[in-house]
């Protein structure tokens, strides 16, 4: 029974951790886009339309990476095991889980 609970816990603790990895990686990643598309601007500001567009669809797509790594967590989090009475059930809902 306590190996099924920690288990569950682990997971419930895990998912948002993970949504809280996604969002820490996307606001650097973010970071290092504009950071190299102004320095870039600034060495050829004649480039600067094109530079902020492909900047611009680059930031979209690591928001678009974020944005999946939160519906992820969001349709697991639905499927973890309901906090029930005994050990008979939570090894039951454990093993719908998976199966």
């Known amino acids: 029974m306590f190996a099924a609970v920690d288990f569950i816990s ?9 949504v ?3 969002a ?11 950071t190299a598309a102004m320095e870039a601007i600034g ?5 600067a ?18 944005i999946y790594a939160l519906l992820t967590v ?3 989090m639905n499927r973890l095991p309901k906090p029930v009475e005994g050990a008979k059930a939570v090894l039951d809902q454990v093993s719908s889980f998976f199966g």
């Open 10 to 18: 682990a997971l419930a603790w895990a998912l948002p951790l993970a």
């Open 20 to 22: 809280a990895l996604a």
């Open 74 to 76: 969001i349709l697991l």
């Open 49 to 66: 339309g094109r530079i902020q567009t492909a900047m611009i669809i680059g930031c979209a797509f690591i928001e678009a990476l974020t």
């Open 43 to 47: 060495r050829q500001p004649e480039a």
């Open 24 to 34: 820490v990686g996307s606001a650097y990643g973010l970071g290092k886009a504009v």
